[in-house]
């Protein structure tokens, strides 16, 4: 077991890579319409790098675990999630071995506890835990409750399941709250307006 103060990315001291998946603009909640959606940031910031600050980082390699804790924050692109653990699940070794080639280990899943926020410019999303699985390539958000806002919009829920390459949302759990202001939600940058009604 290593345990070793948090700077900068030490993810990459790892060999793992965060780049999360391809998605689409804004959020589609069955038939909720426009939806505002902070987990779509990390689908539209895959490219950019990932830098990831704590107070420590605990490498149970022999579990392929890396344990993240106090005060973590992960920023990619104009997206930021902060919560108090972020664990790291992969596969592969985290520390070379002896006279054995570097070998990049690869993310099945990450899981973000202890009460989660994730913000971009417009939007938040805010839940208890937050679980990214990279072989679905979706992310789920739970909580008593879910809360996502953008402006003066709110969603409220248990649960807020979001597939990274659809775009897809579902928001479930007990009755889903809904204030969607006229007018406050921004169709996607190049997205032509709707027609007006007659």
Known sequence: MIVMKSALAPMLALGLCLTMPTGSALAQAAGQGNVPNALQGFAANRDQPVRITSNTLEVRDKDKIAVFAGNVVVVQGDTTMRSPELWVFYEGNAAPMDNQPQ??????????????????????????????????????????????????????????????????SRIEGGRVESLIVPGSVKPPEGAAAPAPRR
């Open 103 to 168: 070998s990049t280990s690869s993310i099945k899943r990450l899981e973000a506890k202890g009460g989660v926020v994730v913000q971009t410019k417009e939007q938040t999303a805010t839940g208890d835990t937050g679980i990214f699985e990279m072989k679905s390539n979706t992310v789920t958000l739970t909580g008593k409750p879910v809360v996502l806002t953008q402006g003066p919009n709110v969603v409220r829920g248990q649960k807020l399941t979001v597939d990274l390459i659809t775009g897809v």
